[in-house]
């Protein structure tokens, strides 16, 4: 670490936006930026309270994407903690469909009170911005502004 950054680690993203198009590139994660000490996550960045984030793109260029603009952010599993937090935290799989017509299917967290752990608890939540699908090789992170329904799979 320097005296002026914070090293970061670099994690492969495919970002899909409102106007279409897919941004490849690498998102910068801070080691040690959750309450619990954890290694800060993709996630935690789209959820978080600021309004740009930067992508390092293939040829150096460092772009900054605004998560208004954010229509879906695919990162591989690697950097997700979803096997530590299924063992707290019951899972449900599910499909959720966009208002394009997409359809995307996988497993959710419902970690919420035990008094409001249903579904519909948990897509009313008005504290994350992005709804996390999780997969075997990937989790799928979908602006909850372009979701026109969600079904219960399981």
Same mark, same amino acid.
């Given at each position: 670490?320097?005296?002026?950054?914070?090293?970061?680690?670099?994690?492969?993203?495919v970002?899909?936006?409102?106007?279409?198009?897919?941004?490849?590139?690498?998102?910068?994660?801070?080691?040690?930026?959750?309450?619990?000490?954890?290694?800060?996550?993709?996630?935690?960045?789209?959820?978080?309270?600021?309004?740009?984030?930067?992508?390092?793109l /293939?040829?150096?260029? $460092? &772009?900054?994407?605004?998560? @208004?603009q954010?229509?879906s !952010?695919?990162?591989?599993?690697?950097? =997700?903690?979803f096997?530590?937090?299924?063992?707290i935290?019951?899972?449900?799989?599910?499909e959720?469909?966009?208002?394009?017509?997409?359809?995307? /299917?996988?497993?959710? $967290? &419902?970690?919420?009170?035990? @008094?409001?752990?249903?579904? !519909?608890?948990?897509?009313?939540?008005? =504290?994350?911005?992005?709804?996390?699908?999780?997969?075997?090789?990937?989790?799928?992170?979908?602006?909850?502004?372009?979701?026109?329904?969600?079904?219960?799979?399981?």
């Open positions: 670490m320097s005296d002026y950054r914070i090293e970061k680690s670099r994690s492969p993203v970002i899909t936006t409102h106007s279409g198009e897919r941004i490849t590139g690498e998102m910068f994660l801070q080691p040690f930026a959750r309450p619990d000490g954890g290694t800060e996550r993709p996630a935690d960045i789209l959820n978080g309270a600021q309004p740009f984030f930067p992508v390092l /293939s040829d150096g260029e $460092l &772009l900054l994407v605004s998560k @208004e954010v229509l !952010l695919a990162t591989d599993a690697a950097h =997700d903690d096997d530590e937090r299924a063992r935290a019951r899972p449900a799989v599910i959720v469909r966009l208002i394009s017509g997409q359809a995307h /299917s996988g497993a959710i $967290l &419902l970690e919420l009170p035990v @008094e409001h752990s249903r579904l !519909l608890d948990f897509m009313n939540r008005d =504290d994350e911005r992005f709804l996390t699908l999780h997969s075997s090789d990937h989790s799928l992170l979908i602006n909850r502004r372009v979701i026109e329904h969600v079904r219960q799979l399981d």
